[in-house]
DNA sequence: CTATGTATTTGTAGTGATTACAATTTTATT
DNA sequence: AATAAAATTGTAATCACTACAAATACATAG
């Protein structure tokens, strides 16, 4: 029937995560609305469906996801932390009047710096800032 | 005598900021250190100079200067801010190990998409993250 | 030089995201 | 079915940050 919850499956036990209804439900949440959600969202979405899910189960679960490799928290300077299933190399662009936050490709591996010779890179972020075309014309 | 709390006063002013004792002191800190600090290492430094400084005038103070453009915050997924002289194109590298921050150039203007063609951007931003030699080696 | 108004600083109390932890529920194994 | 292990849940605590009002320092007019 559903395809996208067998991959989800076979992705979480590859990384010796137990696939437990919570666990899929979040990590379909983050792959169908690729939306950059925080945690309220996530949750206010899911609770519908699972009217005894908590909050901390959110939290763990992405917890969770991250320590295994599965999802990475966007650097945004908000008060409120926001997730992001790992792809390739893309940036993120926030708009300021709207809040609103886009993807874009950039190849991030072209601008490694010879400073950096010797340091171990685990994880890159690109994040800009500004105004997008809809709040530019209104 | 000190050139650099002249230099401070003639940038405060030139913002329309009024140059007082803490605001100076407050971007002297940011200057000399060039540590990326978060609030509490602000206020711990300072508050051995001025017995009465408030974390509320470190709060305000940053903030005061991120609004008129003289510093701005470091985009890191920490629960603590940390903040930043505002100077030309460079990156931050921080140690997942030690903690410490590194600066390192890049030409961020370079590689800015096509997708970002109808947006106005305001502020780009570059980090990673890692281990840095030290801990490499130790 | 003093009086009055304005800006700055300060302290306390509050907010809100996140985590700690213990209890409950679910899942797996014998 | 019985027991052990893991996952989920709810509550309480933490901690960075902000709101707000009182106190202080500063500036300007008379």
Redesign the pocket.
């Known amino acids: 029937m559903d395809g996208l919850v067998g991959k989800i499956t076979a992705e979480l036990l590859k990384k010796n995560?137990?696939p437990?209804?919570?666990?899929i439900k979040i990590m379909e949440y983050l792959i169908e609305k690729n939306n950059h959600p925080?945690?309220?969202m996530i949750y206010n979405h899911l609770v519908k469906e699972?009217p005894?899910?908590?909050?901390?189960?959110v939290?763990?679960?992405l917890?969770l996801f991250i320590e295994k490799g599965l999802v990475r928290p966007l650097t945004i300077e908000d008060?409120?932390?926001r997730y992001d299933t790992i792809i390739s190399n893309h940036g993120h662009f926030k708009c300021q009047s709207c809040g609103e936050i886009y993807d874009f490709p950039v190849e991030i591996d072209d601008f490694v710096p010879d400073k950096l010779q010797g340091f171990e890179i685990a994880d890159k972020n690109v994040y800009f800032k500004g105004l997008c075309p809809k709040c530019i014309s209104s």
């Open positions: 995560i137990k437990s209804y919570q666990r925080t945690v309220e699972i005894t899910l908590s909050k901390t189960t939290y763990n679960t917890n008060n409120e932390a």
